[in-house]
């Protein structure tokens, strides 16, 4: 927290930390959906340019990366119901700390299973 | 003339040449967000929780997926909320943190293109997909024609 009244804007905590980190997911995704855009149009090229292409996406270290991606996807989404719920819920500017903790114990629910099942399916095969 | 026309104190507020925009894309935000989370968490499901997971992932899956018009209309909603969606997002983070005129200028420019090619490229592949683009193919919709 700023220490003197004249400080800073950011004022820290599960505000201003959910914060960057929607705006850091969010811009991770954008760059994200850019490439898969492309990556999908080679199925317009042939059958063999998609599955090169998409072969990328089951080697091990890409694989790790897709768990960072999800893992993006979810928090966002998540932390975007939060933003909504702070925005249109009368009650939601004063919960929005618990609601921070809401999305991030929704996120390990989410993530625990997920790479469990998705690091079995790279590794596994 | 140019003097400054200092309105009078207790004057309504009007506000100039101002319009919606901001409001409107504060609210496309949250209205594509809540699809976004339902289209792409459902996309996650299909594509990387049922069966193999990402080892299933290959040119028929897709065939396969793309022969319905419902995951032809979910994959274009998901492309184009999210596409709009993210750009507005970028365009919120260049206007905060380019300062500069020419940055924000040839950022924004290059966002607008970017997002124009995707979106475009993108809408091209799901309504020009053709599971039979090669000749040979061993795929039940293209040996039973």
């Known amino acids: 927290m700023a220490s003197s009244p ?7 905590r599960e505000g201003m930390w959910s914060w960057v980190a929607h705006r850091i997911t969010g811009v991770t995704l954008f ?10 149009a080679m199925v317009r ?5 998609y599955n090169t292409a998409v072969e990328t996406y089951k080697n091990p270290l890409v694989g790790l990366m897709e768990v960072g991606l999800v893992g993006a996807v979810l928090f ?6 939060r933003i909504i719920l702070v925005d249109f819920w009368s009650e939601g500017p004063r919960y929005q700390r618990q609601m921070t903790w809401a999305v991030l114990g929704l996120f390990v629910l989410l993530m625990v299973p997920f790479v469990i099942r998705h690091l079995s399916n790279v590794f596994g095969h | 003339m140019s003097l400054t026309t200092i309105p009078k104190p207790r004057s309504p507020y009007t506000a100039g040449k101002s319009n919606n925009f901001e409001l409107n894309s504060w609210l496309f935000m ?8 339902v289209l792409v968490i459902g996309h996650l499901f299909v594509n990387l929780w049922q069966g193999d997971g990402i080892q299933q992932i290959d040119f028929a899956f897709v065939a396969g997926k793309w022969a319905s018009p419902f995951w ?4 274009l909603a998901m492309l184009w909320l999210a596409m709009l969606h993210g750009m507005n997002g970028l365009r919120t983070i260049i206007n905060d943190y380019a300062t500069k005129g020419g940055t924000r200028f040839t950022l924004k420019t290059l966002l607008y293109f970017a997002t124009f090619v995707t979106v475009v490229l993108g809408t091209l592949v799901i309504f020009t997909f053709d599971p039979c683009i090669d000749p040979a193919s061993t795929l039940e919709v293209c040996t039973n024609r």
Do not use: C, K, M
């Open chain 1, 6 to 12: 004249a400080g800073t804007l950011y004022r820290g």
């Open chain 2, 72 to 75: 032809q209309i979910w994959d």
């Open chain 2, 30 to 37: 949250r209205g594509s967000g809540l699809l976004l989370v």
């Open chain 1, 76 to 81: 966002h989404a998540f932390n975007g119901i």
């Open chain 1, 31 to 40: 760059f994200f959906l850019f490439a898969h855009v492309i990556d999908t």
């Open chain 1, 45 to 49: 090229v042939s059958p063999e340019a």
